[in-house]
């Protein structure tokens, strides 16, 4: 069954912590992107990876970070200097859709819901 | 001004009408036009795509791009509630994809 997975669903920190959410893939696609959802604002992207070992910082990365040691895995740490963590954050890979002329896509993971107490 | 522009409602319509949801974009080198759906606490997923002119059409969607007028659309025919969502629109130029902020759909029994 292939996807991209997410975990946990829900995650909830406390003031000062660091949390980390796994995105796991086996798309066999070699980009992977972090990104953050609140309401009103649309995607907004964190991170992102074209290959292993080498990613990106995105428009909003400050107080985020990642790793890319193996191509099916971009996890997310969440560290305590991001000022306002509570969001929906969602892992998305990207791929090449359509015939003949393919163009890149995106395809998401069901998100994980961060709450900070 | 932004890349894509897309207004973000919300849209309140009664079950069986005709909803049109709309992007504009400002570059004419994007090449792929794409919708997604999303329902609430979960992760888009794609409806539509195509890269010509014109309109596609899946069951109850269509999609429609104007590159004239930098325009594109989704028309859903006898909406029902369960495609209450958030639509959004997505352009690719080369590997780059660019999102809407997505338009929130609300259909009433």
């Known amino acids: 069954d292939g996807g991209i997975t997410q975990s946990p669903k829900y995650l909830f920190r406390k003031e000062g912590q660091n949390v980390t959410l796994s995105c796991e893939q086996n798309?066999?696609?070699?980009?992977m992107y972090w990104y953050r959802q609140d309401p009103g604002q649309g995607l907004r992207l964190i991170y992102y990876s074209q290959i292993v070992n080498d990613f990106q910082k995105g428009d909003i990365a400050e107080g985020y970070s990642v790793s890319r040691e193996k191509k099916e895995s971009f996890p997310l740490t969440v560290t305590s200097a991001q000022k306002n963590p509570t969001a929906f954050y969602l892992c998305a890979t990207q791929g090449v859709i359509g015939q003949p002329l393919g163009a890149d896509t995106q395809y998401f993971g069901p998100g994980t819901r961060l709450t900070v107490l | 001004q932004k890349e894509v522009e897309q207004d973000p409602g919300p849209l309140s319509v009664p079950e069986g009408a005709i909803v049109s949801l709309n992007c504009t974009y400002s570059n004419s080198a994007f090449q792929y036009f794409m919708w997604y759906r999303q329902y609430s606490r979960k992760g888009p997923e794609l409806l539509m795509y195509t890269y010509s002119s014109g309109n596609k059409e899946d069951g109850r969607f269509t999609a429609q791009v104007d590159k004239s007028s930098k325009y594109i659309s989704l028309f859903i025919r006898d909406s029902q509630p369960s495609d209450s969502a958030t639509y959004l629109c997505?352009?690719?130029?080369?590997?780059?994809?660019?999102f809407g902020i997505g338009t929130k759909l609300q259909v009433i029994p």
């Open positions: 997505a352009i690719t130029r080369y590997q780059k994809v660019t």
């Open positions: 798309l066999n696609h070699d980009a």
